[in-house]
């Protein structure tokens, strides 16, 4: 699977992904090299996947 940053567009992500790995990390964080912003995946309940900015991970970071 390739995810491009959804922040800078400006990196691709390649990462092989199945469920089971989803079912141990319920949530994973792709951190972008050139922006630094984060792209998160999560299992999507019903089935699927769900990619967006991770706004949590970012709040972390900031300090809040």
């Known amino acids: 699977m390739k995810i491009r940053c959804l922040d800078c567009a400006g990196f691709e992500f390649e990462l092989e992904l199945d469920s089971q790995s989803l079912d141990r990390q319920p949530v994973i964080s792709l951190t972008c ?8 995946l999560q299992k999507r309940d019903g089935g699927g996947v769900e990619i967006s900015l991770d706004k949590h991970l970012a709040s972390k970071r900031a300090g809040g």
């Open 33 to 40: 090299p050139k922006c630094g912003s984060s792209t998160a």
